[in-house]
């Protein structure tokens, strides 16, 4: 098949390659679009004398729904076309263009308006810089061979639509499997969401008879257990009876070593941080005077500290036991669905399911005090960050195992934030 140099107008003979760039033009070989494929050397020789070309700015329209296409066909010789279709917005029912594909090198456009002589059914718009050759099938009853190009390119036209509208409907039977799988998936998000707001308005209805009930078990350390474990045993129904995969909540052991050997280098190197912050604090602040950096948590039984004793160890034991079953509940069953459920940029999704969570995660810890509050919120940003870039549950509960027990049981963080505030 021949290829020949293009000669447009004058005001035509440079492509825009982005706003402001020229670049000189080649020439197209009409053997690289399928709409030329069964012509011989002869006809398409004899295009010369039907094709034009032309070039578009982006943004510019090229020709807009309800226009008459005249018979022509456009065939995209560089860049993208935008099809947009005009409709009006569902919230405020005012005119709104949705863009319904993109088409690019070698595609064409134009052929339903020349098979019914109907108007343009969709906007075409430069999305980049385009240059379009235009092929004119207007009849000429004096010139036979413009006649058999015209029946040729028909009998394509009309193949290449047949073909169109069956590989679109593939596309829209994937579109509706999908819509049914993100109906499916946005239901259970809808369910977990719902169970952590139910959970959490319970928890701070319940917050002014929690501390009479702690004072009744007689231990400062019995009501959390209690409320960790409720918390878990209404979420993991939940999240069985989702019908996400469990490693979309972080429940497996794919690539467990690197996220494991990841979470303790990490989870190090923050308490060693933690521990350097907190001896600067002391010597710059005269009212921490006489604090030093090991100090243990505040354990009591019937108010008495019990520092060292069976009971400390039970709290510690306790913790360790119960920091899995923390970590369940603030990423797999808050911090996993708010990222799949939330729309947006990578980092914004991840930012805005951590924060949120460990808020919920801050929250839940009110009932000891609002010093312990705080004080957990800062690691659970960390922890969020842990479960972000391993989506494991098993390295953030490590995690949580190193920086929390160390915070609360070797370095007395809660004192500390109680006598900054």
């Not at 005012?94 to 595609?107: N, S, T």
């Not at 819509?179 to 209805?205: H, M, Q, W």
């Not at 924060?355 to 005090?369: E, P």
């Not at 705080?374 to 390295?395: K, Q």
Request: hydrophobic fraction near 50%; aromatic fraction near 10%.
């Amino acid at each position: 098949m021949p290829s020949f140099p293009l000669n447009p107008p004058s005001s035509t003979r440079a492509v825009l390659d982005s706003p402001g760039v020229l670049r000189p033009l080649e020439t197209l070989s009409l053997a690289t679009i399928p709409l030329f494929a069964k012509l011989t050397d002869a006809q398409i020789e004899a295009l010369r004398n039907l094709l034009s070309f032309e070039d578009f700015r982006q943004g510019d329209v090229v020709i807009a729904q309800g226009q008459h296409s005249l018979d022509r066909i456009f065939i995209i010789v560089d860049g993208e076309a935008s099809l947009r279709k005009t409709g009006r917005s569902p919230l405020t029912q005012e005119p709104l263009e949705y863009e319904i594909e993109v088409r690019g090198k070698g595609d064409i456009f134009g052929a339903m308006s020349v098979l019914d002589g109907e108007p343009a059914p969709v906007t075409m718009m430069a999305k980049t810089p385009l240059r379009l050759a235009v092929l004119d099938l207007k009849p000429n009853g004096r010139d036979g061979v413009s006649r058999t190009i015209r029946n040729i390119l028909i009998a394509e036209l009309r193949r290449t639509l047949a073909n169109y509208v069956r590989d679109s409907l593939d596309k829209r039977v994937d579109s509706l499997r999908q819509e049914a799988e993100f109906s499916g998936y946005r239901n259970a998000v809808g369910g977990i969401v719902i169970a952590a707001l139910s959970l959490l308005s319970f928890y701070t209805l319940a917050l002014g008879t929690l501390p009479s009930f702690e004072s009744y078990l007689n231990v400062n350390f019995a009501l959390s257990p209690f409320i960790i474990v409720l918390f878990a045993a209404i979420f993991f129904p939940v999240i069985r009876k989702s019908g996400f995969p469990s490693a979309f909540f972080g429940l497996s052991l794919h690539n467990w070593r690197p996220a494991l050997i990841f979470s303790i280098t990490a989870s190090l190197a923050f308490i060693a941080f933690g521990a350097l912050v907190k001896w600067a604090t002391i010597a710059a602040i005269p009212s921490l005077a006489g604090m030093t950096v090991i100090s243990f948590a505040d354990i009591r039984v019937g108010n008495a500290p019990v520092m060292m004793s069976p009971w400390y160890w039970l709290a510690v034991s306790l913790y360790l036991l119960l920091t899995p079953l923390q970590e369940f509940v603030a990423r797999c069953g808050i911090q996993a669905p708010l990222y799949a459920f939330l729309q947006g940029g990578e980092w914004k999704r991840r930012a805005s399911s951590i924060i949120v969570s460990n808020l919920v995660f801050a929250a839940a810890h009110a009932h000891i005090s609002l010093e312990f509050a705080l004080a957990a919120f800062l690691p659970g940003i960390f922890w969020g960050w842990i479960f972000a870039r391993t989506n494991s549950l098993l390295a953030v509960s490590v995690s949580h195992f190193l920086i929390g027990g160390a915070g609360i049981f070797l370095f007395g963080i809660e004192e500390l934030v109680s006598k900054l505030l």
